[in-house]
């Protein structure tokens, strides 16, 4: 009990290390994966007190009070609904013994530390995460831009609009038509499923 008590004053509780694929049944985060909707784990690390599960759909984020409590909050960040921003690494100084993943998703800030050893795979997650803010700015842009096209042309019809027009007959074509322009515009650009993006980068 002492050493907990210890190791969670020095921090070194919060130290996690990455679980193997073999090993992703035995943590409490694979009791949560959407399986029946195809979802997989790619990297998972776990200290005392956390686990942070990335998925091709989410991060599921197991959030422990201390390192001597049981008690586990689950939160779960799916990337269409939720961007990743202001990734960064703070590696390891000669003394220290752990680096330091941060990312900010959905408007929570993560700040992740890992021990040193794993530097290589911490570096293929970084990658990883970095690639899915990419692709998240990238569709956010073409959707504005789809957003911009229809208000241009919202304003022709209406600046072109004949007296003589069925205004009910006209506000229905209308309507099923911006339905279908935002509905095609917003499903062609946002990704759900980055596997991809994580078999490129994650090396296990």
């Given amino acids: 009990m002492l050493k907990k008590l210890a190791s969670e004053a020095l921090g070194l509780s919060d130290i996690g290390t990455i679980i193997k694929p073999a090993d992703f049944d035995k943590t409490e985060s694979d009791d949560f994966v959407l399986s029946e909707d195809n979802e997989k784990i790619f990297f998972l690390i776990k200290s005392k ?3 942070y599960c990335f998925t091709n759909l989410a991060l599921i984020h197991v959030d422990g009070e201390s390192a001597i409590s049981s008690k586990r909050t689950l939160r779960r960040y799916d990337y269409y609904l939720n961007d990743i921003t202001g990734v960064s ?3 390891a100084g000669t003394i220290d013994l752990d680096i330091e993943l941060k990312f900010t998703i959905g408007g929570s800030t993560l700040s992740i530390d890992v021990h040193k050893k794993h530097s290589t795979e911490v570096a293929d997650i970084y990658k990883a995460l970095l690639a899915i803010s990419k692709i998240q700015k990238e569709n956010a842009r073409l959707r504005s ?4 096209s229809l208000q241009v042309a919202e ?6 609009r004949t007296m003589e027009a069925n205004v009910s007959q006209e506000f229905n074509q ?3 038509f911006v339905h279908t322009w935002l509905t095609d515009i917003h ?6 499923d980055f ?3 994580f078999q490129k980068y994650i090396q296990n």
């Fill in 49 to 51: 007190k956390d686990e």
């Fill in 89 to 91: 690494i703070e590696t």
């Fill in 145 to 148: 831009y789809g957003d911009k």
């Fill in 155 to 160: 304003e022709v019809i209406r600046n072109n």
């Fill in 174 to 176: 209308i309507a099923k």
């Fill in 187 to 192: 499903q062609t650009h946002t990704t759900k």
């Fill in 195 to 197: 596997s991809d993006v």
